[in-house]
């Protein structure tokens, strides 16, 4: 199986998920449903085949499912959030990815990583040691993914949640970004600017589609300018709670060894 994406439907609790680096705004679970349902379709007509991992109601915050594994290969690394009300969101993910055929790794106490620091370019990982992931979590994510070929690199992080808040990367490998919410751009080999904060978050459907969040028409401009077509969705709601569009979904490219 290759193409496939995880995604979880968001609970009846969403506006209770947690806001770290901006203020509380009131979210409308009935927009945010359509918002993301609208988000599956559109991974869904470029190719990916998507598997729903089951609702969790009593985790606000399990929508963004990004966060509780981080695919390499075909070696799901499960991670240790670092807020503690999402910890329990790993159950049901592990038993997915499981029954897709992973390798199960797991972070185990007293680390802590969230998949959304968490930036494959190639072989190297970068991960952002930030509010949400610790040393500890970086040392044991390094330690399971050398001996597959990742080499992982951590990046110093202050201004954001997560990592993938401030960069993703183009399917060229160039790491894309905005600059005011990174403390130091140097740590990528290839860097783009991107002149609006939601434009430094790219999926990557193939390799010439980018999913794009709605409110970044510059930057939907300027990928567009170096021959990438944005598809482009409204997910307001989540961005109200921190979320882009690299959080809702797990993309899983490869699952044979």
Known sequence: ???????????????????????????????AVAQWERYVTAMADNGWQIVEV?????????????DTVVM???VAVMTRPGADSRKPEIVEVEKVVENLGCSINRIREPGTLDGGDVLKVGNTVYVGRGGR??????RQLRAILHPVGGAVVAVPLTKVLHLKSAVTALPDGTVIGYAPLLDDVNIFERFLAVPEESGAHVVQLDEARLLMAAHCPLSVALLADLGYQPIVVDISEFEKLEGCVTCLSVRIRELSA
């Open 54 to 66: 089951p609702a969790a109601d009593d985790c606000p915050d399990a929508v963004f499912v990004e």
């Open 72 to 74: 390499f290969r075909n």
């Open 1 to 31: 199986m290759s193409h496939t994406a995880l995604v979880r439907r968001p609970g009846a609790r969403l506006a209770e998920g947690i806001v770290t680096h901006i203020e509380r705004k009131i979210v409308d679970y009935a927009v």
């Open 133 to 138: 992931t610790n040393a500890e979590g970086v």
